[in-house]
């Protein structure tokens, strides 16, 4: 289970900056333009998830092999569950500029205190993406990028250890209809596969297992604290050169 300890310094600063929040189920996704999908929009609503985000159950999943306790504050960016609530340049610049600092504010004093009042927090773990260098990423890469850089500098100035994973785009076992490359496979076998974009955009693709391996092999050797490790693939795969390997993988029957 979730950190109690850490959700009670974090709720008691979220309420001490007057703002409200909500604990409850995440759905783990990376899957785009999910908003539109009203077959999946009325499954959020049957499991009873309060919000989706993709990096942290990779976050959890590592903490929960290594016995590590863990916590989650996350900035409700947009929502998509109504029309008026997706995101769109303009509330998304809103949002950055009216909530990221605080958000930002919120975790590192949450943390600061339950250092000097709570049990000391001996390694920091962060669930970054590969994409937080990207020119391309947007606000997400940006948003990525700059925690990054807090935690340096936390760690700098505190000496409260960390480990940064970026991890590329993962497929694997147990994928489902919010996955990009499960998605890809199962219209394939249909015959066509349906991309919003030019198919040049670039991913590195990591396969879930040698992901989750990897990071508990980080995570368990004390020379790899302070340190930012990139898990993806050998090389990064254009979308059209995707498609074209699976359309060969069928015979090339695929529009």
Excluded at 64 to 69: D, E, R
Excluded at 85 to 94: A, E, I, N, P, Q
Excluded at 156 to 185: C, D, F, H, Q, V
């Amino acid at each position: 289970l979730p950190s109690f300890k850490l959700h009670k310094f974090v709720s008691d600063k979220i309420l001490q900056y007057k703002q409200e929040y909500r604990t409850g189920v995440i759905y783990t996704t990376n899957r785009r333009l999910w908003e539109w999908d009203n077959s999946f929009k009325t499954y959020l609503k049957e499991i009873g998830a309060i919000g989706i985000d993709m990096e942290t159950a990779t976050l959890f999943i590592v903490g929960y092999a290594n016995q590590i306790a863990r916590g989650a504050l996350l900035l409700v960016s947009d929502l998509p569950m109504v029309p008026e609530g997706v995101k769109t340049g303009k509330s998304d610049k809103l949002v950055t500029s009216k909530f990221v600092d605080l958000h930002l504010k919120i975790g590192i004093e949450a943390m600061t205190e339950l250092g000097i009042k709570g049990e000391k927090i001996k390694h920091f773990i962060y669930a970054s993406s590969v994409y937080a260098c990207s020119s391309k990423a947007s606000f997400y890469g940006i948003s990525k990028f700059t925690s990054e850089k807090l935690i340096e500098e936390y760690q700098k100035k505190y000496g409260l250890n960390y480990t940064i994973l970026r991890y590329g785009s993962l497929y694997g076992p147990y994928a489902g209809e919010t996955n990009g490359m499960y998605r890809y496979l199962k219209q394939a076998l249909n015959g066509k596969i349906i991309h919003n974009g030019t198919g040049k955009e670039i991913r590195e693709y990591i396969h879930v297992k040698d992901a989750s391996r990897l990071s508990i092999d980080i995570l368990n050797k004390d020379q790899f604290q302070n340190k930012t490790f990139v898990l993806t693939g050998v090389e990064p795969t254009c979308h059209s050169d995707l498609f074209r390997m699976i359309g060969e993988t069928l015979n090339d029957k695929l529009e």
